[in-house]
Structures are given as structure tokens and as C-alpha cells.
């Protein structure tokens, strides 16, 4: 069994940064494709960016491209998250997956096994 923990969610301005960072527990974080996920009120949980075990591969939703940056550091069981450049519409609880088998990345929420509790984001106008 894996626990994640977020952190790193708060209120910002709409064009300020946020890191969020996801703590992972065991050995077994090196070999666990990971992903973050949002949803705002009212609105589906979607995908935001995933990363394979190593950090070599990473994917990202069109939404957050060339803005978000997903990273991990095995040796710390932590993958991070950076937010530049935010927007309101980036207001959502943030989500931390990981997968109890596959290595690689993928956008499939189902796909993944563990879950943090979420952190807020808040992005004002």
C-alpha cells in the first residue's frame, strides 16, 4: 500500500507560480508511473500532466502545456508540480495519482491506484 500527501496549494494571483509536491511512501515509488489531476465545482475530475518512473517521459493536457511542469525526485519519493503563468480557470483541487504496477505515464484516471487528499488552488482575478 502507497500514501500520497499533497501540499503546496494556496491563493495567488492570476499570473503568479505555485509548486505543489506529492510525498509518496516505500521503494516501490521508483517504479510507479505518477499523474496529477484537478477538478473544479460542478465540473469532472480531468487530467493534468503525467511522468513515467525514471522522469525521462512526461505528458501534459493542452490546457497547461508550455505553462506546468511535472518532475520527481525518486530519491525523496516527491514529484512535483510547478504552475506558472496561472490563470483563474486553473482553480480546482489538485490531485496527486500514482500506479501500483505500470512505469510509464498515462491520462486514464482509472489506470491509477493511489490518491492523495487533494490540495486547493485558488487563482484570483
Known amino acids: 500500500q502507497v500514501q500520497l500527501v499533497e501540499s503546496g496549494g494556496g491563493l495567488v494571483q492570476a499570473g503568479g507560480s505555485l509548486r505543489l509536491s506529492c510525498a509518496g511512501s516505500?521503494?516501490?515509488?521508483?517504479?510507479?508511473?505518477m499523474g496529477w489531476f484537478r477538478q473544479a465545482p460542478g465540473k469532472e475530475r480531468e487530467f493534468v500532466a503525467a511522468?513515467?518512473?525514471?522522469?525521462?517521459?512526461?505528458y501534459y493536457a493542452d490546457s497547461v502545456k508550455g505553462r506546468f511542469t511535472i518532475s520527481r525526485d525518486n530519491t525523496k519519493n516527491t514529484v512535483y508540480l510547478q504552475m506558472n503563468s496561472l490563470k483563474p480557470e486553473d482553480t480546482a483541487v489538485y490531485y496527486c495519482?500514482?500506479?501500483?504496477?505500470?512505469?510509464?505515464?498515462?491520462?486514464?484516471?482509472?489506470?491509477?491506484?493511489?490518491w492523495g487528499q487533494g490540495t486547493q488552488v485558488t487563482v484570483s482575478s
Open positions: 495519482a500514482g500506479r501500483a504496477a505500470g512505469s510509464t505515464w498515462t491520462k486514464n484516471q482509472y489506470e491509477y491506484d493511489y
Open positions: 516505500g521503494r516501490t515509488f521508483r517504479n510507479q508511473g
Open positions: 511522468i513515467n518512473w525514471s522522469g525521462g517521459s512526461t
